[in-house]
């Protein structure tokens, strides 16, 4: 079974903190995505990254920023965080090929305070 | 940029047939996938139909796609309370480089 584990599932920061969530995945895959989910706006796209070392913005990356130095993990940054960044955040993975499906891991729950 | 809705909510009663509908905006999209979310828990696939196909059966799953309007529906059959969750649909293309967009979710609420 593809497994992608994220790194704790609750996180409680101070503003103004640098925060680091990890991401990995046991497939090989070649994308990796960071979302963050808040009621009734979905699932919204922070970055993604197609390769090792290789990323793209998503909708909304103001504020954070990604790692890909190994296929396997893909970690996400808050340089400096804050209160409007308190939300679920999910990694999720998917092959480059074919239907691609996109496995999830269980999310990331951070509270900025 | 590429846009995916659905509406928030969703209650049926036990036994009825549930339809969730969504609409997308990238004509290009290789893919479309419905997903599930159960409380506490992250995303699973439920489903997905490739862009060339009109409808695709799954057991209780029926997936529908209008690629003219840009519509696709879930209808779920015999609807349980086990089904009460968030449904996604999401759009991909299917190249390395694709993202995969997702909508604001359908709160599915099954009543006894």
């Known amino acids: 079974d593809v497994k992608v584990t994220q790194s704790s599932r609750y996180l409680v920061k101070r503003t103004g903190e640098k925060v680091f969530l990890e991401c990995v995945q046991d497939?090989?895959?070649?994308?990796m995505f960071w979302y963050r989910q808040d009621p009734g706006l979905g699932l919204r796209l922070i970055y993604f990254s197609y390769d090792v070392k290789m990323k793209e913005k998503g909708d909304i990356p103001e504020g954070y920023s990604v790692s890909r130095e190994k296929k396997e993990r893909f970690s996400l940054i808050l340089e400096s965080a804050s209160t409007n960044q308190t939300s679920m955040y999910l990694c999720?993975?998917?092959?480059?090929?074919?239907?691609?499906?996109?496995?999830f891991g269980q999310g990331t729950r951070l509270t900025v305070v | 940029g590429e846009d995916v809705e659905q509406s928030l909510f969703l209650s049926v009663r036990e036994g009825d047939s549930s339809v969730i509908n969504c609409t997308y905006t990238?004509?290009?999209?290789?893919?479309l996938y419905w997903y599930k979310q159960e409380p506490g828990a992250g995303l699973q696939l439920l489903t997905y139909?490739?862009?060339?196909?009109d409808m695709k059966q799954d057991q209780r799953l029926t997936v529908l796609l209008n690629k003219k309007d840009k519509h696709l529906s879930l209808r779920i059959a015999d609807t349980q309370t086990g089904d009460s969750a968030i449904y996604f649909c999401a759009e991909g293309g299917a190249g390395a480089t694709n993202k995969l967009i997702f909508g604001t979710g359908t709160l599915l609420a099954v009543q006894p």
């Open positions: 990238d004509s290009s999209s290789t893919y």
């Open positions: 139909i490739f862009s060339n196909m």
């Open positions: 497939m090989d895959h070649e994308n």
């Open positions: 999720a993975s998917r092959s480059g090929q074919g239907k691609a499906e996109a496995f």
